[in-house]
């Protein structure tokens, strides 16, 4: 009967407050039988990521999947997946349903979860992660929601993460790269301003290695920027590499696509030998070890 009561009030979503106001009631009795009783606690991980409907991107999921599962074999993770784009278009395409984190928390919540780490898996503090801090609060004050709930920041968060980045993809970059190469980061980039974060490791990429650039899809420095810069120093060979955590539809297309904007493409056209690299931020190690550092903070803050 309960879990009836949940899928039913799973396809209200939409309704959250309303619906979670009607649930109240059945939902006290029902989860924790006696209601002068205390839940006994139980705690969960709940990793969220913005998506990608890419086949090519599932080995920057299953890599954290394992990783996260390995450090903390006692600890039942969750995913959530932020891009409502992205769930829509595989429910529709592959009729799989990827929860929001809303519906993750309901869901983790209907289980009995009284202590949750909320491990952000994006790249920067922008956009994505404030919308899913307001969801995490306005989860804390829900009267059946989950008592405990903390989060592990992006990627980057405070300066040393940044260090620790910059470190880790230039140690990831190709073996085969000599000096005189340059190496292309391709960010996402956004109108936020939590954009500072990649003009940020410009800096930090360039005072390690003269020829690192990180250039953004949608923001700045914008690849026309990484151009110029390019064309100053006389470059005549790129490595491209995604800084996102998938190598999914921008690493795939905008920036190695066959179209003539891509940056391959463009770069190509400007007489520069390029290689891209398929390979999302999350399929390295020396990079999920600092989402993994995040969680566990996460986690020692749920006590
Ligand atoms: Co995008």
């Keep these: 009967m309960h879990s009836t009561l949940f899928a039913h009030w799973r396809k209200a979503i939409p309704a959250l407050l309303v619906a979670c106001c009607l649930f109240s009631l059945p939902a ?13 606690p139980k705690t969960g991980i709940l990793l969220v990521a913005f998506g990608s409907s890419l086949p090519e991107a599932q080995a920057s999921f299953q890599n954290i999947d394992a990783k996260v599962r390995a450090a903390h074999p006692d600890i039942p993770v969750q995913w959530a997946f932020t891009s409502h784009i992205i769930r ?13 984190p809303a519906q993750a ?5 209907d289980q009995g979860f009284t202590h949750v780490a909320v491990q952000s898996l994006h790249t920067i503090p922008g956009e994505e992660f404030h919308s899913l801090l307001q969801t995490v609060h306005a989860f804390e004050s829900f009267p059946e929601g989950i008592a405990h709930l903390s989060i592990g920041t992006p990627l980057l968060g405070v300066t040393q993460d940044l260090d620790r980045t910059a470190d880790a993809l230039l140690a990831n970059a190709p073996a085969d790269r000599s000096s005189d190469q340059a190496l292309v980061f391709m960010g996402h980039g956004t109108h936020h301003p939590g954009n500072v974060y990649y003009i940020a490791m410009q800096e930090l990429l360039r005072s390690r290695d003269p020829l690192a650039f990180m250039g953004t899809v949608e923001g700045s420095p914008s690849l026309d920027q990484v151009r110029s810069e390019l064309k100053r120093r006389g470059v005549k060979k790129v490595w491209l590499m995604p800084f996102m955590s ?15 904007d891509s940056w391959v493409s463009v770069l190509t056209a400007d007489g520069m030998d390029c290689t891209p690299v398929l390979k999302g931020t999350a399929e390295f190690d020396n990079i999920v070890a600092i ?8 986690l020692h803050e749920l006590n």
Excluded: F
Aim: glycine share 8%; proline share 4%.
């Design 88 to 100: 829509e278009k595989l429910a529709r395409q592959e009729g799989k349903q990827l929860l929001s």
């Design 246 to 260: 998938v190598a999914g539809d921008h690493a795939q297309n905008d920036m190695s696509g066959p179209e003539a």
């Design 105 to 109: 928390l309901s869901l983790m919540a």
């Design 28 to 40: 006290t009795s029902l989860a924790h039988g006696d209601h002068d009783k205390t839940p006994d």
């Design 291 to 298: 989402w993994l550092d995040h969680l566990e903070q996460a």
